[in-house]
């Protein structure tokens, strides 16, 4: 599995955005990216996935270079709400029953 | 998304005594979950994949007499600590995976187990 690096912590101000990168230099040809969110005593909650490229849904974008050795999760105008752990994670998601392994994670912190 | 719960969300036990954990995957049936265990400030452990009507698969180190888990059916997955210990402390977090192509996990919201 590929392990993932990412910073320890970021702090950030309400309104703006927020990018964390993670690198993942030995991802392999099926790996998919996932970030996933966490507040303390819950589980983590999906964010975003992808492959290549850039991804965007409702809450985040993930932006992956053609190399994939590395990807940028974006948080646009973040809220005191947005203060979690954030994961990235790596596996092979084309055949089922694969389990994520967890990196240390960010801690994103939003202050007002 | 899977809509996972989990129960209890927290139990306090005394040493020596067993505690089971309940993971259910509400809306998708799972062949496959996976429990994590976390301790406060760190990230989560992967503890063992269960599959649905056979052995569950343990990671190394994880002890698995200690740590029983029944996946009975495609939507129930228990994770029972015996025996515990105060070191068995800890934040217990299943999980549901989608399958394939581009699986995706869904989590419990977690069962915080304090032994005393």
């Known amino acids: 599995l590929a392990k993932t690096t990412q910073p320890i912590s970021m702090d950030s101000y309400e309104g703006q955005e927020v990018n964390i990168t993670c690198s993942h230099n030995n991802i392999a040809t099926n790996d998919y990216i996932t970030w996933y969110q966490q507040f303390p005593s819950q589980g983590p909650r999906f964010i975003i996935q992808g492959y290549k490229t850039k991804v965007t849904n409702e809450v985040a974008s993930l932006f992956i270079p053609a190399d994939r050795k590395s990807s940028t999760l974006s948080l646009p105008r973040v809220s005191l709400s947005d203060t979690a752990v954030y994961y990235c994670l790596v596996g092979d998601s084309s055949r089922a029953g694969t389990a994520l392994i967890f990196g240390k994670g960010t801690t994103l912190s939003v202050s007002s | ?116």
């Not at chain 2, 994590?36 to 503890?47: A, E, G, I």
């Not at chain 2, 343990?58 to 600590?81: P, R, W």
């Not at chain 2, 515990?84 to 919201?109: M, N, R």
Request: proline share 4%.
């Open chain 2, 1 to 116: 998304g899977a809509v996972v719960s989990q129960h209890p969300s927290w139990v306090i036990c005394k040493s020596g005594t067993s505690v089971k954990i309940e993971c259910r995957s509400l809306d998708f049936q799972a062949t496959t979950m996976f429990w994590y265990r976390q301790f406060p400030k760190q990230s989560l452990m992967l503890m063992a994949t269960s599959n649905e009507g056979s052995k569950a698969t343990y990671e190394q180190g994880v002890e698995k007499d200690k740590f029983l888990i029944n996946h009975a059916s495609l939507t129930l997955s228990t994770l029972t600590v015996t025996s515990a210990h105060p070191e068995d402390s800890s934040f217990y977090i299943c999980s549901v995976g989608t399958g394939p192509p581009g699986e995706k996990l869904f989590f419990g919201s977690g069962t915080q187990l304090s032994v005393l």
